[in-house]
Nanobody, 122 residues
Framework: VQLVESGGGLVQAGESLRLSCAASGLSFGAYAIGWFRQAPGKEREGVSCVTSSGKTTYWADSMKDRFTAVRDSASNTVFLQMNKLKPEDTAVYYC????????????????WGQGTQVTVSS
C-alpha cells in the first residue's frame, strides 16, 4: 500500500488549500481513507474520514464547517478541501488507509502517507 499526500503549503489566514491523497497497491473501493494532522508538540489527531462506501465523518466541530473530504474512485484519490484556514490549522497532514470503516483511534490505521506540511500565517 502506498499513500502519497500533496497540496500543502504556506497560506494566510482565511485562505484555502486542497490536499490530495493518492492511493495505490490496494483495492481502493474496499478501504476507508482518513485524514489526520499533527502540530508541533501535539499528538496526531483525526480530521476527517471517508468510508469505503463514501460516507464522510469529521472528528472535530471546528473543522466540520470548513473542511470537506471527497473520494474519487476514478483516480484512487481522496481530497481534503480546507477553507477559511486558521493559524491553529498549522500541522503536518497525513492520510491513512484501513479496510472499510473509519476509526478515530490513530492506532487502528494500517498504512500511512509521509505527510504534507500546512502552514497558516496570521
Amino acid at each position: 500500500v502506498q499513500l502519497v499526500e500533496s497540496g500543502g503549503g504556506l497560506v494566510q489566514a482565511g485562505e484555502s488549500l486542497r490536499l490530495s491523497c493518492a492511493a495505490s497497491g490496494l483495492s481502493f473501493g474496499a478501504y476507508a481513507i482518513g485524514w489526520f494532522r499533527q502540530a508541533p508538540g501535539k499528538e496526531r489527531e483525526g480530521v476527517s474520514c471517508v468510508t469505503s462506501s463514501g460516507k464522510t465523518t469529521y472528528w472535530a466541530d471546528s473543522m466540520k464547517d470548513r473542511f470537506t473530504a471527497v473520494r474519487d474512485s476514478a483516480s484512487n484519490t481522496v481530497f481534503l478541501q480546507m477553507n477559511k484556514l486558521k493559524p491553529e490549522d498549522t500541522a503536518v497532514y497525513y492520510c491513512a488507509a484501513v479496510p472499510r470503516w473509519c476509526y478515530s483511534a490513530v492506532g487502528a490505521w494500517d498504512d500511512w502517507g509521509q505527510g504534507t506540511q500546512v502552514t497558516v500565517s496570521s
